[in-house]
T-cell receptor, first 116, second 113 residues
């Protein structure tokens, strides 16, 4: 079984719909992240969480929200989807470290989201 | 603003040759640099980390260099194989960017048999 599991793997929906992408992990890591990947652009950070009670906005949080239901679960919601949110979405985890975070990130296999 | 540049053009090489990928950055003083591999339809997988006080790091057929004066990292795959074909991402973090890791867009590598 994968250490970081994302569901669904693919989703097609219409403009204005509410969508939730889910991520669960068995690595026991406290830190979790949501990124989006677009062609020609690097992974861009949407939200991150350092533990269950900690939620922080990333570079491109507008139009998104998250929920950290447990150490192992971190979900991403699009309250009212729009076409420019069509992208590949990745969840990642990393170990906690003191000071500068230099721990590798462990990624799920992504959700391909298309908004018509 | 902080910027990471990786060659957007795919790199095509013959099996057995050394592949060299470049990562340049501006407006940044990272404490570390990471390289990841990404296969189609999959998430990135961590390969190597090199810190700002390290010049070179090796792991099996992989070698990474980090030149903080040139603001550049080179990623080498020696004796390349068709199975090495993938997209390779560099990522920077620490110091200027705090804890966050910033990813480049990646370079696609094709190794021909």
């Amino acid at each position: 079984d994968a250490d970081v599991t994302q569901t669904p793997r693919n989703r097609i929906t219409k403009t204005g719909k509410r969508i939730m992408l889910e991520c669960s992990q068995t690595k026991g890591h406290d830190r979790m992240y949501w990124y989006r990947q677009d062609p020609g652009l690097g992974l861009r950070l949407i939200y991150y969480s350092f533990d269950v009670k900690d939620i922080n906005k990333g570079e491109i949080s507008d139009g998104y929200s998250v929920s950290r239901q447990a150490q192992a679960k971190f979900s991403l919601s699009l309250e009212s989807a729009i076409p420019n949110q069509t992208a590949l979405y990745f969840c990642a985890t990393s170990e906690t470290t003191t000071g500068t975070d230099n721990q590798p990130q462990h990624f799920g296999d992504g959700t391909r989201l298309s908004i018509l | 603003s902080q910027k990471i540049e990786q060659n957007s053009e795919a790199l095509n090489i013959q099996e057995g040759k050394t592949a060299t990928l470049t990562c340049n950055y501006t407006n940044y003083s990272p404490a570390y640099l990471q390289w990841y591999r990404q296969d189609p339809g999959r998430g990135p997988v961590f390969l190597l980390l090199i810190r700002e006080n390290e010049k070179e790091k090796r792991k099996e057929r992989l070698k990474v260099t980090f030149d903080t004066t040139l603001k550049q990292s080179l990623f080498h795959i020696t004796a390349s194989q068709p199975a090495d074909s993938a997209t390779y991402l560099c990522a920077l973090g620490g110091n200027t960017g705090g804890f966050k890791t910033i990813f480049g867009a990646g370079t696609r590598l094709f190794v021909k048999a």
